[in-house]
């Protein structure tokens, strides 16, 4: 198998009639890896995945298999897999558009994952406001039993594996990793202390990792091709595919499968280009947490490496596209809205300033700021920047610090010497 | 700042095994491992603002305002870390807000950011000028504050229990309430409910997300015992008291360190008065014994003393009228010399002081009985007692210190912890604490032989091994066969039995603990309820015991007792006295002339039919008393007397830890019994020496506590009774907070207590319909059943609580065949 840039890995069986079918999923090479997996030992499988340089695709980039490798060698306690499929990040729509395509490459994952981490449970943490991709992913884990793929001594290897579908009831931090182990406890879904780490004391104090959905999905491509084909794609420090889920004023928005590294100009001729040729103002790369980009930065190659030099980050890939009909003060204050909500109130600076930082943006949009509302908008980011307990509270800056970097001439409009006619539409085009 | 000077000139200091050596603020500092940041930092001197951080909780780092600079390995770390929850190690190198512009605007910036939700309403707020928020924001705030929106806003206050008032809008989420609640005392019935600035303190009641901030609590509050420490540690003005709300301001009140006078726990604490009036009481810190907390017994219930009926001037009854008329001390003090010398010199008089006396007063008593009464009958025990009791004291009890015998500390240290007949929580609930705590953080192994899975069964992560009330003696002989693990384990090092008052109503179970000790090795420790018991077996207030623990059947002990109260050899009555059922017999059938009660309760001995009859018998009754009780109305002298606020003394606390207290409110003109027993002796010609509290304990300490010499207790333990049809056991004992005299005047403590139920299993239940008539021949008491896991064939009821005053009605205790019927039915 040689890797094309073009030719799709993660979503080449997508667009397949009932894609989500054990039946559709075998006849594409779908449950064959995991019968490699599980021939070898689990050491074998976190070395390949060490090698293949497999980074988290929920966000932070961490390499798989190194965290993978921070799973007691014992098994004193039972270990745990636990995906992370509380996709909600704003802007982002793959972990889902997955599950509901191709939900068998996210279960065969999980095998050779638990199979690798010696773990017997696996749950699966799915975002509650989904029921339709539950639906589909409980069916897709009954064929699994039905056809001896989960449960005792998974086609005679000995290996026993249980998967439990979990639905959230709603919290964008449940994404966070120990708060979604809280939450699936039954607890409060709110940040733990670290350490211990979850990979020393995770779910009910036992070892766990928690892997992305998409994570886990590219596991079983890795285990078909092998280290060096996954490495053929992408760069040298951020290997393999990605599902870039593009959403905003371009033609054709949706999930498109490109190496990482690929850039904006690159993906936005794959979506049919920005809508109505109306010209592009600024873009996150993934996701609102994710530093604003603008026009500049089309040629930033979107891997880990090339996001960061460019002052964002590659985050969940999720590319939401505005064009000049977009004010900048007002989507800012759109996205403060949003995590002023979702803010889970453990911490002081998250709590208290995304709720201070809402208001003032209401107040500006509403043409009744100053000023100095600016610069106390850049010091309440400043702290609460890098002081929140978790990275909620730093995300919820990044639209603000970015936004206020690169179009500072908008929110000055805003100000009451400025006073716009319309102030939700200061900035933008008409 | 004073900057160190270069260590690495003059040498290394070597780090000691266990210890790790960082620098914090330029200063090098040699840190135990695994000690916070921030406790290091504060050993240097500097302190660093914190709301969440509690020594004493786990760490949460959540209100994020102890941030500081922290440099591994040479690399800066990116992000300011919480120093409240990060660890020291080797090679660490600190700034915290002295030396760090970043730590310091990190600080600053979280300062503010909890200031603008809050109501800065410090005027009007019972933590105004003693709060932590007030007092950092100060320090290490802005002058002022950028915000200019909206505050978010909450109704309040909210009740979260009768006692505790919440404040939303002053809170500032650092969960010191619901960590302590948690992992402290057990009851997490307060939580953290709602998200972001909507995140507030709640309880069940308050859960409503549809209605989220109009809910007032309903049926399900925050029912703690230890509901009060939440507002002790809430380091805003977001919880508050019922009783102390809006009543006084902290830079008005006058503080005087105090002694919890509710239980045996000893609990030192601090009272707060303002004009000659108890405002409020606060846990002291003491790490020995109540670590940082108090029971809400001990905090909120000291009303008692100010009560409109407490008793301030002598009385006399007045033969004609026989009313009590008050009269002057002199007055009042020849009339009682001259009944109690009649009587001492008639058929006799006899003592009964009570369980709640500082040893200083019950030694008063317990050497007028002797010298100016010329009798052993005395006994402080106003409950169930029994003569293996007295053996029990004198042999196991008496003379154990903190140095001997079982602390809070060993409770801690312990593998193993074996309750018999004592429920701590309700009966000791600082011991209560220490064990839930041993329980979560050492691992150790508590066992409770009792009746049920009771709260603190639970909440110790405790087992339960049940019996049938007054089977317990049969059930610790049992444990050599039947428990086998059980019985290894009190072999192991530092093992402990603990035993409680009820142990006294079952025969054989004291000498069945002593040989069960002596078999394992375990150590045995005897926890009363009452603050004054353990005391006054060391004064002497007992019939068989003087003074020390002297044995008045021991010649040379009396002897020893008589040089040294300078008294004439053989003056001292050589006979052991009657106990508390001795002399209560006795004066009922007429064969005593005279009685000296300090405060008890005839209600609560065991037999109260009984006691009363003793009272109104033709009988020189003398009450030493701060209220009038049952014992007011035939008394023929009642001497008023001080309560612990007014005066100074100690209490012996179960561990034999001497727990000492001075004069709280001064010029009161209260007298504390040692004292009126020191007047009414030399009226009587009996020099006593106790005319202070301070006398009487130098008095005592002459007489320092003597090896005891005492026969162990040996009585063999009864045949388990079987009920009869319609019959049960009766298991009883007191709740915490219930009917007791001390209580009275606290409506918003009663709120609190725990609901008055009865308790049996399932098949004892069955067609009782919910509601259940216990009775004896005495009487009865209904009330609504729960269903238990209590073994068949018994029935348990709250000792003292309103509706259910078990001595009174039943004149029937703990093991006592009762009858059931369904609810109402007679």
């Known amino acids: ?145 039905a056809a001896g793929y989960l449960g005792k001594d998974i086609i005679g290897s000995g290996f026993d594996l249980d998967i439990t579908v979990h639905a959230g009831a709603g919290a964008y931090i449940c994404g966070e990793e120990t708060a979604l182990l809280d939450s699936l406890e039954g607890r409060r879904g709110q940040p733990r202390l670290k350490p211990p780490f979850p990979a020393a004391s995770g779910l009910y104090a036992a070892p766990t990792t928690v892997n992305n959905v998409e994570t886990i999905a590219s596991v079983p491509f890795i285990v078909n091709g092998g280290a060096d084909w996954f490495r053929e794609m992408g760069s040298e420090k951020s ?28 993906l936005l001729e794959l979506c049919g280009g920005m809508k109505d040729g109306i010209p592009l103002k600024f873009w ?20 880990f490496e090339g996001a960061a030099e460019a002052g964002s980050m590659l985050g969940t890939t999720a590319v939401q596209v505005f064009n000049e009909t977009v004010s900048v003060p007002w989507a800012v204050m759109k996205w403060t809205q949003f995590y002023e909500h979702e803010s889970c109130g453990k911490c002081t600076p998250c709590r208290e300033g995304t709720y201070w930082m809402a208001q003032i943006l209401e107040r500006m949009v509403e043409g009744r700021g100053t000023e100095e509302d600016i610069d106390t908008l850049l010091d309440v980011c400043d702290n609460v920047l890098g002081r929140s307990f978790c990275a909620l509270g730093d995300g919820a800056v990044s639209p603000i610090t970015s936004g206020i970097k690169y179009f500072r001439d908008e929110f000055l409009a805003l100000c009451e010497k400025n006073r716009a006619g319309k102030p939700e539409l200061v900035g933008a085009q008409r | 700042m004073t900057i160190a000077p270069d260590k690495a000139a003059t040498g290394e200091t070597p780090v000691p095994e266990g210890y790790v050596k960082l620098t914090i603020d330029g200063e090098e500092v040699i840190a135990p491992k695994g000690e916070l940041l921030i406790r290091t930092a504060e050993r240097l001197g500097t302190v660093i603002p914190r709301f969440c951080d509690h020594p004493l909780l786990d760490p949460a780092g959540a209100c994020r305002q102890c941030l500081v600079e922290v440099e591994m390995g040479g690399r800066p770390m990116p992000k300011p870390q919480a120093s409240c929850t990060m660890t020291v190690a080797d090679g660490m190198v600190v700034k915290t807000q002295r030396t760090s512009p970043v730590a310091d605007k990190a600080q600053q910036g979280v300062m503010e950011l909890l200031l603008i939700n809050h109501p800065l309403d410090c005027p009007i707020c019972d933590k105004g000028g003693e709060c932590p928020l007030q007092n950092q924001a100060m320090a290490h705030g802005r002058p002022d504050s950028r915000f200019r929106d909206t505050k978010r806003t909450f109704p309040k206050p909210l009740p979260i229990s009768s006692q505790v008032l919440l404040d939303r809008e002053r809170c500032v989420l650092c969960q010191r309430c619901t960590r302590f609640s948690d992992q402290i005392a057990g009851d997490p019935f307060i939580e953290l409910l709602e998200r972001g600035v909507h995140q507030q303190i709640g309880t069940a009641e308050t859960a409503d997300v549809l209605d989220m901030a109009s809910r007032t609590s309903g049926g399900k509050p925050f029912h703690s015992y230890y509901s009060g420490n939440t507002i002790q540690i809430c380091p805003v003005g977001a919880l508050t008291s019922a009783q102390y709300r809006f009543r006084s301001r902290p830079f008005d009140l006058v503080s005087s360190p105090n002694v919890c006078e509710h239980c045996a726990s000893g609990c030192a604490g601090r009272t707060d008065f303002r004009r000659g009036r108890v405002m409020r009481r606060l846990a002291g810190d003491d790490p020995e014994v109540n670590e940082e907390w108090l029971c809400d017994k001990g ?87 029994s003569p293996e009791e007295l053996d029990f004291l004198a042999s196991r009890v008496v003379g154990t210190t903190p140095e001997n015998g079982v602390t809070y500390s060993a409770l801690e240290q312990a593998p193993l912890v074996l309750c018999v007949a004592f429920e701590p929580e309700e009966e000791s609930p600082i011991v209560f604490l220490r064990l839930r705590k041993a329980a979560r953080d050492k691992d150790t192994r508590v066992v409770h032989l009792g009746q049920w899975t009771t709260a603190a069964v639970r909440k110790t992560f405790g087992e339960l091994l049940a019996c049938v009330p007054g089977g317990e003696a049969a059930a610790i002989e049992g444990i050599a066969q039947h428990a086998t693990d059980l019985d290894e384990q009190l072999k192991a090092d530092g093992a402990v039995v603990l035993v409680g008052e009820r142990a006294a109503e079952i025969p054989g179970l004291f000498s ?30 007992l019939p068989t015991l003087l003074p020390g623990g002297r044995a008045v059947a021991d010649a040379a002990a009396r002897a020893e007792v008589e040089r040294s109260w300078g008294i004439e050899a053989g003056a001292l009555p050589g006979r052991e006295g009657r106990d508390t059922s001795g002399i209560v017999a006795a004066a009922a059938a007429g064969e005593l002339d005279g009685l000296l009660v300090g405060g008890l309760d005839p209600d609560d001995l065991p037999d109260p039919a009984l006691a009363r009859r003793a009272l109104a018998a033709d009988c020189f009754v003398v009450s030493l008393e701060m209220r009038p009780s049952a014992v007011t109305e035939h008394a023929d002298v009642v001497l008023p007397i001080a309560p612990v606020d007014e005066k100074s003394g100690s209490f012996l606390n179960w561990e034999g830890r001497r727990r000492e207290f001075s004069v709280t409110l001064e010029g009161t003109g209260a007298l504390p019994d040692c004292r009126v027993l020191d007047t009414l002796g030399v ?8 005319q202070t509290p301070a006398a009487a304990a130098g008095d005592l300490e002459r007489l320092a506590v003597r090896a005891p010499n005492a026969g162990a207790p040996d009585v063999p333990h009864a045949q388990p009774v079987t009920p009869g049809e319609g019959q049960a056991v009766l298991a009883t004992w007191r709740q915490l907070l219930d009917d007791g005299s001390l209580q009275i005047d606290e409506p918003h403590l009663a709120g609190t207590a725990r609901p008055v139920l009865a308790r049996m299993s399932k098949a004892t239940a069955a067609g009782l319909g919910g509601q259940v008539t216990v009775s004896t021949d005495r009487g009865s008491v209904t009330l609504p059943v729960e269903v238990a896991d209590l073994p068949d064939g018994v029935v348990w009821l709250p000792a003292n609580s309103d509706g259910s005053k078990v001595r009174a009605s039943l004149g029937a205790g703990h093991g006592a065949v009762v009858s059931i019927a369904a609810g109402g039915a007679r």
């Open chain 1, 1 to 145: 198998m040689t890797a094309d840039p073009i030719t799709p890995v993660l979503t080449k069986r997508w667009l397949l009639p009932q894609s989500w079918r054990l039946a559709t999923y075998e006849k594409l090479e779908g449950y064959t890896a995991f019968r490699k997996a599980l021939a070898g030992t689990p050491e074998q499988l976190v070395q390949l995945v060490k090698d293949a340089g497999l980074r988290g695709r929920g966000g932070a980039g961490f390499p798989a298999g190194v965290k993978w490798s921070f799973m007691p060698p014992n098994e004193d306690k039972p270990h745990y897999l636990v995906i992370n499929a509380d996709e909600g990040e704003p802007g982002t729509c793959k972990d889902i558009p997955l599950m509901m395509a191709d939900p068998h490459s996210l279960i065969e994952g999980c095998i050779i994952a638990a199979y690798a981490m010696r773990s017997h449970h696996c749950f699966i943490y799915v975002r509650g406001e989904v029921p339709h991709c539950i639906r589909r992913l409980n069916s897709a884990v009954r064929e699994a039993y």
């Open chain 1, 239 to 266: 290997p393999g595919p990605k599902i870039f889920s593009i959403s905003g004023h371009v033609e054709r928005p949706g999930q498109y499968e490109a190496p990482l590294g690929t850039t904006l100009r690159e």
């Open chain 1, 284 to 303: 996150t790369p993934g996701g609102s947490s994710t530093p604003l980009f603008t026009a500049e930065h089309l040629d930033v190659p979107l891997d």
């Open chain 2, 299 to 385: 905090r909120f219930a000291f009303r008692y003393a100010q009560a409109a009926d407490r008793l301030r001037r002598p009385m006399v009854r007045d033969r004609e009228s026989g009313e009590l008329v008050e009269v002057p001390w002199t007055e009042a003090l020849r009339a009682a010399s001259e009944g109690l010398t009649k009587a001492r010199d008639g058929r006799g008089a006899a003592v009964l002081p009570g369980g709640r006396l500082t040893v200083e007063d019950a030694y008063a008593y317990s050497k007028f009985a002797r010298i100016a009464l010329r009798t052993n009958d005395i006994d402080f025990r106003a409950r169930a007692h």
């Open chain 2, 512 to 541: 069945a603990l002593h040989r069960l000790s002596e078999r394992t090795g375990a150590r045995l420790a005897w926890i009363p309820r009452r603050a004054g018991e353990r005391g006054a077996v060391e004064a002497g207030a």
């Open chain 2, 683 to 690: 009226e009587m010609d009996a020099d006593l020496f106790t």
